[in-house]
């Protein structure tokens, strides 16, 4: 009874670190994607980039396919002459 009771306290010691590690993982790469975002991005840019994805959203559904990346690109140009162009 003592073995199994070492290895089952084992297993959770076990199981707690690697949940510790997963979680500790996570938060360091939201961080990075906070501060990323802190750095690089703008309003315009998350504006443009949100009508972007809705667009790309729609044309999925509308095809009922994957779109092309020349196709995805098309419609990024397309969003920023609308935005910022005219």
Do not use: C, P
Not at 14 to 28: A, M, Q
Not at 53 to 81: A, F, G, H, M
Request: glycine residues 6%; aromatic residues 8%; without cysteine.
């Amino acid at each position: 009874m003592g073995n199994l009771a070492y290895f089952g306290l084992g297993i959770l010691l076990g199981l707690g670190i690697s949940i510790y590690f997963i979680v500790s993982r996570e938060e360091r790469i939201e961080k990075k994607i906070a501060m990323n975002q802190k750095m690089y991005s703008t309003e315009k840019l998350d504006k443009t980039m949100e009508i972007v994805v809705e667009k790309i959203s729609k044309d999925i559904k509308r095809l009922r396919r994957e779109l092309t990346e020349e196709e995805k690109n098309q419609i990024i140009i397309e969003s920023y002459k609308e935005k910022f162009l005219i």
